[in-house]
């Protein structure tokens, strides 16, 4: 399918402290940071490019989902279900609250973790054909 929209360019996230949440994401996740002030930290990991907007304390990228369960708004995409654990392991080793590696019945595992804030992300154990196609 042919579209004028080829990707996603940025995501904004909600954080207390950009000074403290910019080293979290840079220690944590290897992010590399291009830009701070009092106001954000612009910062790039994942072939995207990340702003770290101060707001008010508690708020949070997640939503509730029909049953209220807090849902993440986006998903982490590695090469394999080693790559999966191997992260999974190196997140716990950094003292970052993970979930469990599950199976949720489709192709692939997955696991959640949370940032200093309470920003939920997910991660899944399999690429998106076109971005795997863009590596091979």
Same mark, same amino acid.
């Given at each position: 399918? *042919? /579209? @004028?929209? &080829?990707?996603?360019? /940025?995501?904004?996230?909600?954080?207390?402290?950009? !000074?403290?949440?910019?080293?979290?994401?840079?220690?944590? %996740?290897?992010?590399?940071? *291009?830009?701070?002030?009092?106001? $954000?930290?612009?910062?790039?990991?994942?072939?995207?490019?990340?702003?770290?907007?101060?707001?008010?304390?508690?708020? $949070?990228?997640?939503?509730?989902?029909? $049953?209220?369960?807090? &849902?993440?708004?986006? /998903?982490?995409?590695?090469?394999?279900?080693?790559? %999966?654990?191997?992260? &999974?392991?190196? %997140? $716990?080793?950094?003292?970052? /609250?993970?979930?469990? @590696?599950?199976?949720?019945? &489709?192709?692939? *595992?997955?696991? @959640?973790?949370? !940032?200093?804030?309470?920003?939920?992300? !997910?991660?899944?154990?399999?690429?998106?054909?076109?971005?795997?196609? @863009?590596?091979?």
């Amino acid at each position: 399918m *042919n /579209t @004028i929209i &080829h990707r996603v360019g /940025t995501i904004y996230l909600p954080v207390e402290n950009p !000074d403290l949440a910019s080293n979290w994401y840079q220690e944590k %996740l290897g992010a590399v940071e *291009n830009f701070r002030n009092e106001d $954000k930290a612009i910062l790039d990991f994942a072939n995207q490019s990340f702003f770290l907007v101060k707001s008010k304390k508690g708020e $949070k990228a997640a939503f509730q989902d029909e $049953k209220g369960k807090e &849902h993440f708004y986006l /998903t982490f995409e590695v090469d394999g279900i080693e790559e %999966l654990k191997k992260l &999974h392991s190196v %997140l $716990k080793e950094k003292v970052v /609250t993970v979930g469990d @590696i599950e199976d949720r019945g &489709h192709p692939g *595992n997955n696991f @959640i973790f949370f !940032d200093m804030d309470g920003n939920k992300f !997910d991660v899944w154990s399999e690429l998106s054909p076109s971005f795997k196609e @863009i590596l091979d």
